[in-house]
T-cell receptor, first 113, second 113 residues
Framework: GAGVSQSPSNKVTEKGKDVELRCDPI?????LYWYRQSLGQGLEFLIY????????KSGLPSDRFSAERTGGSVSTLTIQRTQQEDSAVYLC???????????FGSGTRLTVV | KNQVEQSPQSLIILEGKNCTLQ??????????LRWYKQDTGRGPVSLTI?????NTKSNGRYTATLDADTKQSSLHITASQLSDSASYIC????????????FGKGTKLSVIP
């Protein structure tokens, strides 16, 4: 596609429920990143995928967070047993190569009530 | 610990006026510094990117400067427009080809008529 597409754009969920956030990167971009933007905070790195290499999961805040990237394209970020502190905007970005030419999606605003 | 500090936190200016946003960083080794514009409800969009050897870079009415010795950068906006109202985020990359970015918390700019 022309840009990075994320869905849903907004998600309200009850505490304790699982949620799945989707990211469709730009076609041909081998690198995909997930970031979290909490209110009043800078973007926080979560996870990085590069081609078929093992992802860098060092930024995932807890084992309730996981992500996968199928076929080197679409990625899904899953948050299990959501907590109120998980409320944030989750941004996905892709780039044609590591560290170059990031394009961000519009994000998913997650609210845990 | 790698950090990026931005000031001011927020700024209100009259349409047509100029303004300058500041960014101080302690990221090592330094690779490049980027300024992003983030409209409300949207993902960040790249304005400029500068490497160690570049002192200034312009993109239309936006001019970024970099002093790698003092580890400071500024973003100057000339003849502001209402559409410039957004958050401006300073982002520093550590190491050549690194995908690990350190984000500032941003400066929220409001341009009023």
């Amino acid at each position: 596609g022309a840009g990075v597409s994320q869905s849903p754009s907004n998600k309200v969920t009850e505490k304790g429920k699982d949620v799945e956030l989707r990211c469709d990167p730009i076609s041909g971009h081998t690198a995909l990143y997930w970031y979290r933007q909490s209110l009043g905070q800078g973007l926080e790195f979560l996870i990085y995928f590069q081609g078929n290499s093992a992802p860098d999961k060092s930024g995932l805040p807890s084992d309730r967070f996981s992500a996968e990237r199928t076929g080197g394209s679409v990625s899904t970020l899953t948050i299990q047993r959501t907590q109120q502190e998980d409320s944030a905007v989750y941004l996905c970005a892709s780039s044609p190569d590591r560290g170059h030419g990031y394009t961000f999606g519009s994000g998913t605003r997650l609210t845990v009530v | 610990k790698n950090q990026v500090e931005q000031s001011p936190q927020s700024l209100i200016i009259l349409e047509g006026k100029n303004c300058t946003l500041q960014c101080n960083y302690t990221v090592s080794p330094f690779s490049n510094l980027r300024w992003y514009k983030q409209d409300t409800g949207r993902g960040p969009v790249s304005l400029t990117i500068m490497t160690f050897s570049e002192n200034t870079k312009s993109n239309g009415r936006y001019t970024a400067t970099l002093d790698a010795d003092t580890k400071q950068s500024s973003l100057h906006i000339t003849a502001s427009q209402l559409s410039d109202s957004a958050s401006y985020i300073c982002v520093v990359s550590a190491g050549a080809g690194s995908y690990q970015l350190t984000f500032g918390k941003g400066t929220k700019l409001s341009v009023i008529p």
